[in-house]
């Protein structure tokens, strides 16, 4: 089974502060994605990247950054932390090929910036 | 562009009763795939049922069933005797085969009373 792992559930953070989100998958998948999760508005795409160290901006990557130097792990970078950025963030992977059409996804952390 | 509309924001139906979840999309590009995952309360988005567009065929797994209609571009979804257990926001997504980001409906939270 795949599996994507980001290796926090909740975080807490002062406005200001540089936070970085990281997300690790298992299944040696090319792409992987960055989302953020807000009610009503459903999951809005930040990043992503197709192969190590190349990324594309989402439709919301204001604000963002991110970091792919391994092809297992994409972190997300927050500069300088806003309470607008109070979210759930989930990531994703998807293979190649006939694999790229599933996206497995990690359990999410719930990041609130006071 | 690409858009996938979920316009039922939340459902609330009583333990076995039949509840079809509503999603309806737009894309110009020929080929395409549509998808359903649910994300229960823990948070971790689960896929159910991929379908690419030339593959009309309704599909019934268990309880759950799709209904694909490109003449009306919707993808519904359909419970069956409904549980307590499926209570969780559902979410319609569409990939075209030009890209590799997936377009996410805004999610319909389902809840299914005892």
């Known amino acids: 089974d795949v599996k994507v792992t980001q290796s926090s559930r909740y975080l807490v953070k002062r406005t200001g502060e540089k936070v970085f989100l990281e997300c690790v998958q298992d299944m040696d998948h090319e792409n992987m994605f960055w989302y953020r999760q807000d009610p009503g508005l459903g999951l809005r795409l930040i990043y992503f990247?197709?192969?190590?160290?190349?990324?594309e901006k989402g439709d919301i990557p204001e604000g963002y950054s991110v970091s792919r130097e391994k092809k297992e792990r994409f972190s997300l970078i927050l500069e300088s932390a806003s309470t607008n950025q109070t979210s759930m963030y989930l990531c994703?992977?998807?293979?190649?090929?006939?694999?790229?059409?599933?996206?497995?996804f990690g359990a999410g952390t719930r990041l609130s910036v006071l | 562009a690409q858009k996938v509309t979920q316009a039922q924001t939340e459902i609330s139906v009583v333990e076995k009763e039949d509840v079809t979840l509503d999603c309806v999309y737009e894309t110009r590009d020929t080929t395409y795939y549509l998808f359903w995952y649910k994300q229960p309360p823990s948070g971790e988005l689960v896929f159910l049922i991929r379908r690419n567009s030339f593959d009309e065929q309704n599909e019934i797994s268990g309880r759950y069933s799709w209904n694909f209609q490109k003449s009306t571009s919707s993808f519904n979804f359909t419970i069956t005797a409904s549980q307590v257990v499926d209570s969780a926001v559902y979410f319609c997504?569409?990939?075209?085969?030009?890209?590799?980001?997936?377009?996410f409906g805004t999610g319909t939270s389902l809840t299914v009373i005892p």
């Open positions: 990247s197709y192969d190590v160290k190349m990324k």
């Open positions: 997504a569409l990939r075209v085969n030009t890209g590799n980001q997936f377009y």
């Open positions: 994703a992977s998807t293979g190649v090929g006939v694999a790229k059409n599933i996206q497995y």
